[in-house]
């Protein structure tokens, strides 16, 4: 099971087990049995609603019982008061806190939230921070990304007003605390592509973004030559449309050939200190040949062969991989 | 660690033993995974050529207890609600024992298929039930569901296939939705939808290698894959990538030798079962996945699996191939 140990137990304490598991058994069918009964007899009432809650008490899992749980609410909904609907967002909280990864209370909330009556833009900002609070205790949660995805677009259309730039600035303090966050990396190409295609900024505000832009990602690849995570973002920024529309045919150059350089210093430095050349700037040097020569640019002599048979002996597990690009 | 053998026998007797643990508490936790824990557990005995090990007759009627009669479709348990997830088990169960005849004889092959169709919403995307979820997952699921039952039509497909090229991403792997961070699994998912649907085409040549190289740098230095960059290796991504890879013709774009290792290191050596990462409790998902990639890589003689479907390509090869020559 995902990151769970495993045991080998005593005889004894089987025994024990299975002894304590009788009674847990017991007691979990008898209590699922009269839940799933009551559903049967279509029952919708808040004692059931309470069955429902000591079942998913004991499995969070139980998919079947929280579609029963949503049935028994849309009856009670017209007479409920707020109180209720806070009651079962705090029900759903206690839940993941114990289990965040379980897909079926992340819906079960989404679903509380888009059916809260008269639901307004304050109860989505208190659901950005919690969001805030659960990606500070584990930044690459992929619920809490797609989750905070959701309230952004759902809070955009209810001020029918653009987060792009907040948004932006929060990713950005996120891979200053850790440059390995892919999670928020991914998140910076889609805000970035959003900024643009929104038309959100002026063209010159824009092309202060992409400058400033080089300058982060050069500081970033000499943070840390080794991540993957910053190189996939570069391979995107060194090569996506956004970048060539906005920059000038000679500007455009110019980034590619700054690039090329920093990176080969930055391979040099790792083949002085550690006796090897470095993978991925490698990788990438190659990715910039390529944008070089699609822009109709005289490369002056190409590397793109040698830094292909130099990864075959540095990373052999993506020989094929190598052995692929150079028969092309 | 120098004898990595399989251990085939055990991992048959660990799959064997799984329904006969209704004296432990955890087995009747895990009801809503048990229709897809038949099916995993069925199929890796299919990888090992032990299909016998279970009663044919039993795992049907098992399957048929699962029936949903209020919405149509199967639920993973009888009583529970039926679920795109747990629909597709069953009819690859059946198609797995030659058996889908029953559900025409059963009356239930067209409450079947309407139950999946109803779940497609307007941008092409599937939820899993009534209750909204959406993810790739439910588009590849209901997808290989209809095409097993041979009832793919170009009103289903055509959206479907639009959603899912949606969800390709910058650096060449898909996400849950669009604007979702690329996760390995998620390309399983969409690389299979666009295959079902014969749609491979619809992605340009760079933008599959792009998805190959993507793919290929989940292996990380020990051997093992991961599903996202800089996250730790498991054994369950031997298949969703391995997978991905296979279906794009790119298979041998990562190291066998170093996965083979780290697949048979998780082995459980003295009950058997496969887990996620050495040291850890077994499960049937990781077996199935472990087994799954292993025989990809050809190895052991292992019965050849339909990188598509999850299936053996000796039952998925009877299914009729989409576009289908009377639809013309």
Not at chain 1, 141 to 147: A, C, E, L, R, T
Not at chain 1, 309 to 326: N, S
Request: charged share 25%; proline share 3%; with cysteine.
């Amino acid at each position: 099971m995902h990151g769970v140990k495993r045991k080998q137990y005593s005889r004894e304490i089987l025994k024990q087990k299975h002894l304590q598991d009788q009674l847990k058994i017991k007691t979990y069918k008898e209590l699922v049995d009269k839940t799933l009964d009551t559903r049967d007899n279509k029952i919708f009432t808040s004692e059931s609603l309470g069955l429902t809650s000591k079942v998913l008490e004991l499995n969070p899992e139980f998919n079947t019982v929280w579609n029963y749980r949503r049935d028994i609410i849309l009856h009670l909904r017209d007479t409920a008061p707020t109180e209720f609907w806070e009651n079962e967002l705090q029900f759903t909280m206690e839940k993941l806190r114990r289990f965040p990864k379980v897909y079926w209370i992340w819906n079960h909330r989404i679903w509380v939230l888009n059916n809260f009556p008269h639901a307004t833009t304050k109860i989505w900002m208190v659901e950005l921070a919690i969001v805030d609070k659960l990606l500070s205790m584990d930044a690459r949660n992929y619920h809490g990304w797609h989750y905070r995805r959701l309230i952004i677009k759902k809070l955009e259309t209810l001020t029918d007003k653009s987060m792009n730039t907040e948004e932006l600035a929060y990713v950005t303090t996120i891979i200053n605390k850790n440059i390995s966050n892919y999670s928020a990396w991914h998140q910076r190409v889609q805000l970035i592509t959003n900024l643009f295609e929104e038309h959100e900024l002026k063209k010159e505000e824009m092309k202060k973004m992409v400058l400033e832009e080089i300058l982060y990602i050069t500081n970033a690849i000499y943070t840390d030559a080794d991540d993957q995570s910053v190189w996939f973002y570069t391979k995107w920024f060194l090569e996506n449309e956004i970048v060539r529309l906005i920059l000038t045919g000679d500007e455009y150059i110019k980034m590619l050939e700054d690039m090329n350089n920093n990176i080969v210093l930055i391979n040099n430095d790792d083949l002085e200190f550690s006796g090897t050349e470095n993978s991925w700037c490698l990788k990438i040097l190659i990715v910039i040949e390529d944008a070089l020569k699609s822009t109709g640019h005289a490369v002056e002599e190409e590397h793109t062969k040698e830094y292909l048979k130099k990864l075959i002996e540095l990373d052999p597990q993506r020989t094929k991989r190598y052995l692929h690009l150079l028969s092309k | 660690m120098a004898d990595l053998s399989l251990l085939r026998e055990k991992h048959i007797k660990y799959i064997e033993s799984l329904d006969k643990k209704k004296d432990d508490y955890e087995y009747w936790l895990s009801e809503h995974l048990r229709l897809n824990g038949v099916y995993w557990g069925l199929t890796a005995l299919c990888i090992m050529d032990a299909k016998d090990a279970f009663t044919k007759d039993s795992v049907i009627e098992f399957v048929m207890s699962c029936w949903d009669s209020n919405r149509g479709g199967f639920g993973p348990f009888p009583r529970h609600d039926s679920h795109l997830l747990t629909t597709l088990s069953a009819i690859q169960i059946l198609a797995t024992y030659d058996s889908l005849n029953i559900l025409e004889e059963t009356e239930k092959l067209d409450k079947c298929t309407e139950f999946i169709i109803a779940n497609q919403l307007q941008d092409g995307s599937f939820q899993g039930d009534r209750f909204g979820e959406v993810d790739t997952r439910f588009v590849y699921t209901a997808l290989n569901a209809l095409s097993i039952l041979g009832k793919l039509t170009p009103e289903i497909v055509d959206p479907a296939v639009d959603f899912i090229l949606k969800c390709y991403n910058f650096d060449g792997g898909f996400g849950l939705c669009p604007g979702a961070e690329s996760h390995a699994a998620q390309a399983f998912t969409c690389l299979g939808a666009l295959k079902i649907a014969n749609k491979l085409d619809a992605l340009t040549p760079k933008q599959i290698e792009e998805t190959g190289w993507w793919l290929s740098e989940r292996q990380i230095p020990g051997g093992g894959l991961n599903g996202r960059p800089s996250k730790l290796p498991d054994v369950c991504y031997s298949w969703w990538v391995l997978s991905s890879l296979a279906i794009i013709g790119k298979l041998d774009w990562i190291d066998y030798e170093g996965l083979r290792k780290f697949i048979l290191e998780a082995q459980d050596k003295i009950k058997g079962g496969i887990s996620d990462r050495p040291d850890n409790e077994v499960d049937v998902y990781h077996t199935v996945f472990g087994l799954a990639g292993l025989s990809l890589m050809g190895f052991y003689n292992l019965v050849p699996i339909d990188p598509t479907y999850c299936m053996p390509l000796s039952i998925t090869k009877k299914f009729k191939k989409y576009p289908y020559e009377s639809n013309n």
